[in-house]
């Protein structure tokens, strides 16, 4: 691999420090009564939003639908989660190092499913949140379910919630998309390498 | 004719609404009355939309009006005069528990004890280089003399003191340009024993015993707290009104006097008889000098400072006992007596800074002193005796000039930064546009009824938003629909843009305004507070988690550290409580949102509810008389669930063997897992 192309992985690996940086997803929810919307942030390490108290005020208004309150401290990935984007940014500075052509390609499937795994898991979440809901709760409607949508928008009751990404998985996008830049310009000069090679040998 | 109206306004709001006013005066006009005339002259169709705030859009700026006999400043929107809030300062108000739970009592504490009422005169906010800066908002009380501080983040009352040596605290309170000092002078000057106190003597003694006192406020820069630095002790005449100068005159502030005869009775004539009283002008720059040079003596006194905590929430009095005086005879240069129309009433200061407009509201022309010439009077000693040592300067050698035929009664003068000046005229109730320039009258507008005060945005300050004038009528009578014999009083917005006035809109305000203050509202609004944060509250007996609450029991006080959050109480279930205890409800609001308060009432509570902030902690004092189930509840509509947000407390015989015991919700085998109480 040509320094450019280590440079490049390089870029990759760091790519993902975005993920400290900025939140991976959005939640959005409005109603006609919060017009200035209520913003839950998931991180890579935290739960944040548009204000400080944004768990307690979304746990107030789910309570009344029987929904279980949202704690960091529930979510065992917002402590594995760091390290798992270290080992992705050590193992990325490591292969660029190296410059094997064939480990950016291993390094950059294993990223993808990996984030894979995370948008799986977050699924995993809503569904449970949305649907675990308590017997007793003051406000029941039959055959309502509160899943909040993975992409997009979705009317639960008074609230229209919005999933979007963040910037933070601009940080994965970003790694990936460049490790396969890397893995497509290094083919190239791989061949042309080879090509010259053969010039010498004829 | 109705129906007509209905169906246009179906298909075309804004056009039915200019008709509607349209048809309103035709119909008015059939009636042939001279009002009615008067009216269709004054109002163009136009002026629905000059005041039309579309819903959802916000007015322009805020203006505070004084509410005079209700102790309360009320804030509306400008244009569109809609109320958008009333803030409690010297009285009780039992809708947010002001005065009545045990954090804001001490608000209202002198040195006559509690004093749950005043009558709140003047709104003067606070200034930056001459311009109001948005920050706090000074009032005085006039009954029991007091100057109040209300902080613009929470619209709140957060400092209130009492002004000793003084009585009738009307001629007050003044900032000056960078807010410097706040000026209070009294009206009622009475016999000052010097030891903190009045004397015990014969009204016919009142021109060899009374006194009057200007107090001297200082502002602390950064919180705004107030001190009172010293006191001026002037002759025995009523002091009324006063204004700053700025630019040239910026040092100096004037003085209406009136009783200058030193009248002790039937004051309407007996302070009616000189044809000149006085202006009085201080040099406070200078006051300021010579009583940190050390010509101020001091005196025993006795004045309550109350200070509302910032993070508890939690007012404190402290009781002053000296207070630090200038004689205006020990200190050359300090004060002079401009000789005035009979009885005048308002002084405003143009923006320039270079005319004193005296608002002779017995005379017949207008006189305007210029500043200039009042410096050279001083400097060639123009004087015409002198009152107590105090010199008197020469009619003739300070006046700019007099405003000839302007009405009748004239009160006050506002300017609107263009040269013009529009001043009150009580008698023959109209607001009247005179020029600067030439002193000559440009315009003028009839109002309804007896205009006291006027005010034009910042028409005090350097630069007024000369833009609207709000007009506050003494009289009401059938401006609106008839309310039995308390009416509601009435305020006029008049569009002064152009070179007529136009009349805009009539809107009713609560209890009596007097004066008013206008600001633009980008200089207020960014910096309001939309909840106080739970981490800051430093009161001692908050609660910040469900799981701390207690009842507790000391003697014959049972404390209640309790909390409210949508929509519960935690503890809803308390027993233990015996007729006769004093039950000390600590409610912390958990909420940490928007426009989320919860009230707390408990049923027999002889004070009042009380209305907690989120974030914030308040105490409501019940004594229970006789044994049962008392309910307690939120009073603020807070969500679906508020009808559910309410609790019990037993109250059991005195002596009885009840336990304390308090709960929320019941155990449960398996704790669901719920946002609400564990």
Known sequence: MKTYNKVLMIIAALSLGLLFLFPMWKIYLTAPQYPEGLELHIWVNKLAGSSESVLQNFNILNHYIGMEPIHAESFKELRIMPYVVYFFMATGVIIALIGKRRLVLYWASLLMLAGAVGIFDFYMWLHKFGTNLNPEAPIKVPGMTYIPPLLGSKQLLNFEALSLPGWGSLGIFLAVLLAGLVYFLSRRTAKSATVRHNNVLV | ?678
Not at chain 2, 304 to 333: F, Q, W
Request: proline residues 6%; aromatic residues 10%.
């Open chain 2, 1 to 678: 004719m109705e129906i007509l109206i209905n169906k246009l306004k179906k298909a075309a709001p804004k056009v039915t609404l200019l008709m509607a006013l349209a048809t309103g005066a035709a119909l008015q006009g059939c009636g042939g009355s001279e009002k009615a005339n008067a009216q269709d002259d004054a109002v163009s169709a136009d002026a629905a939309t000059a005041v039309y705030v579309a819903p959802g859009e916000h007015d322009e700026l805020y203006s505070f009006l004084s509410g005079g006999f209700n102790g309360q400043v009320s804030v509306y929107g400008i244009p569109s005069g809609r109320l958008l809030k009333v803030i409690p300062v010297f009285t009780q108000f039992a809708e947010n528990g002001y005065g009545y739970n045990e954090e804001s009592k001490a608000m209202l504490q002198t040195s006559h004890g509690f004093v749950p009422w005043d009558d709140l005169h003047h709104p003067k906010l606070s200034r930056a280089d001459g311009m109001a800066d948005g920050r706090w908002l000074f009032v005085n009380g006039n009954n029991t003399p007091r100057v109040a501080r209300v902080d613009l983040k929470t619209f709140e009352t957060v400092e209130i003191m009492e002004i000793p040596n003084s009585a009738g605290n009307h001629c007050s309170p003044y900032p000056t340009n960078n807010n410097e000092y706040v000026l209070a002078g009294t009206r009622f000057s009475v016999p000052l024993d010097m030891k903190g106190g009045t004397q015990d003597v014969s009204l016919s003694e009142y021109k060899d015993k009374f006194r009057g006192s200007i107090s001297f406020i200082k502002v602390d820069k950064e919180h705004g707290d107030m001190e009172l630095d010293f006191q001026v002790l002037v002759p025995g005449f009523d002091y009324d009104l006063a204004n700053g100068g700025k630019g040239p005159s910026n040092d100096w502030v004037f003085f209406t006097t009136y009783n200058t005869e030193k009248s002790a009775t039937l004051k309407e004539l007996g302070a009616s008889q000189n044809d000149r009283d006085y202006l009085a002008a201080i040099n406070w720059k200078l006051a300021a000098k010579y009583a940190a040079e050390g010509k101020a003596k001091e005196m025993p006194a006795n004045y309550y400072h109350n200070k509302m905590d910032e993070k508890s929430h939690i007012a404190k009095s402290t009781v002053k006992k000296t207070v630090r005086y200038l004689l205006p005879e020990d200190c050359p240069g300090m004060m002079y007596l401009l000789p005035a129309p009979k009885s005048p009433h308002g002084i405003d200061v143009d923006p320039t800074g270079e005319y004193m407009v005296v608002n002779g509201k017995l005379a017949s022309s207008l006189p305007v002193f210029a500043f200039s010439k009042m410096m050279k009077a001083i400097e060639n000693k123009d004087f015409d005796g002198d009152v107590n040592g105090i010199p008197v300067l020469k009619y003739e050698s300070v006046l700019a000039a007099e405003v000839k035929e302007p009405g009748l009664g004239p009160l006050h003068t506002e300017f609107d930064g263009k040269g013009n000046a529009y001043s009150t005229m009580f008698v023959s109730s109209e607001v009247v546009k005179w020029s600067l320039e030439d002193f000559q009258v440009k315009d003028r507008m009839p109002v309804f009824y007896s205009p006291g005060h006027l005010m034009i945005p910042g028409g005090d300050t350097r630069e007024p938003y000369g833009k609207y004038m709000v007009v506050m009528n003494k009289i009401t009578k059938d401006r609106f629909l008839p309310t039995g014999p308390e009416l509601m009083h009435s305020a006029q917005l008049i569009d002064i843009s152009g070179e007529k006035m136009k009349m805009l809109l009539d809107f009713p305000t609560v209890a009596e305004p007097h004066y008013a203050q206008g600001i633009r509202a980008d200089l207020v609004a960014p910096n309001s507070v939309k909840f106080f944060k739970l981490d800051e509250n430093t009161h001692p007996e908050a609660v910040k988690n469900e799981k701390d609450v207690s009842v507790t029991r000391n003697g014959k006080t049972v404390k209640v550290n309790m909390t409210s959050i949508r929509s519960h109480f935690t503890p809803d279930n308390i027993e233990g409580v015996q007729v006769g205890d004093t039950v000390l409800f600590h409610v912390t609001n958990l909420e940490q949102d928007w426009d989320v308060p919860h009230g707390f009432a408990v049923m027999g509570a002889n004070n009042a509810e009380t209305l907690i902030m989120p974030g914030a902690t308040q105490t409501l004092r019940w004594v229970p008389k006789q044994a049962g189930i008392f309910p307690f509840y939120c009073t603020d509509f807070c969500s679906a669930l508020h009808q559910e947000m309410q609790g019990y407390v037993r109250v059991s015989p005195r002596g009885s063997k009840v336990p304390i015991k308090f709960s929320t919700g019941e155990k449960k085998p398996v704790p669901p897992a719920t946002a609400s109480v564990e």
